[in-house]
Structures are given as C-alpha cells and as structure tokens.
C-alpha cells in the first residue's frame, strides 16, 4: 500500500525547490510531513476528518495548516478533507445539527435559513450570519462531529495498518 501511495505523492526534493513554495521551505521541512508512516498518516487522516467539516474553501487551506503544525502527512491532510462535497455536506451538517440539539437541549427550528449568496468582498460575514442563524445547536455540533470523525479517522488508521502488518508478518512466517 505505501508504494501505491509514493507513486502518486510528490517527492521532497521537488517539494523543496519549487519556486513558490520557497519562502514557506523551512516550515515544509520536517520528514513526518512527507513520510508515509503509521503515525503520520493517521494523523494526516485526523487533521483531514476534522478539518473537512469547515465551511467553504478553508478546509483544505485548515488541513495544511494543522498537518504542517501537528506535524503529519500533509498530503494526507489535504486529500482526507475530500469526503465533504456538495452530496455529504447537507448530511453532515444536519448530523451535526442533531448532535448539538442532543447536547445543548436546545429544540428544533421550524425553518432553516437559506444559504446567502456569497461574495468575495465580505463572504466571511455572510456566512457566519447563516451559521449564527442556524444557532447554538450546530456552532456545538459541529466541534464535537468533527472531533469524532478525527478520533474515529485515527484509531481507524492505526488499527488497519497494524492488522495489515500482522497478517504480512504471519503470511511471512508460514
């Protein structure tokens, strides 16, 4: 499995010399961002769980920020973030919705607001009035649907890459 993935990742040194990623070098530096190991891929599909429930174009932007951060597989990051699209994320939102309603006891909302038409100049604020609008229950839904999806995401990953390392080894002995 980690050949299939280093066919497709780019390698460090093209990382290194690209010429727009020159300033940002010595941050993009550590080996635990490129490295496909235990640790830092499941970690890299922690931060992209967690991260993929950020409203708009930031979830990808987040990913980066927090694998270069927490120090693990950035690409992983990144490419984890793709399980919300235009079909999961009314789901995972209302999940969320549902979550938060369960946890503040708040109750349910006769009408749910439309979504604004966003613009470029001031579409932070026209977002966070949608979610303001949408209330308490999801702005606490949506922290605790991500964290568990990253908590999930990471013992998940630990626990298939050691099956798969057990069953080579036992494979090997035999």
Known sequence: MRRFFQKLLPDHASIRN????????????????WHLHRRSVAGGVAVGLFCGLIPGPL???????????FRVNLPVAAFATFYTNPFTIVPLY??????????????????VPVFPDVHWQDWFGEVWGWLMALGQ???IGLPILAGTLAITGYIAVRLVWRGVVVWKWSKRHT
Do not use: T
Request: no cysteine.
């Open 94 to 111: 209302l999940l969320a919705y549902e979550i938060g309603i369960l946890v503040s006891g708040a109750e349910h909302m006769a009408v």
């Open 18 to 33: 690209h010429r727009w990623l020159a300033p940002l070098q010595h941050l993009l530096h550590h080996h635990n961002l």
């Open 137 to 139: 229950p999801l702005l």
């Open 59 to 69: 979830q990808m932007i987040s990913a980066v920020l927090l694998a270069v951060l």
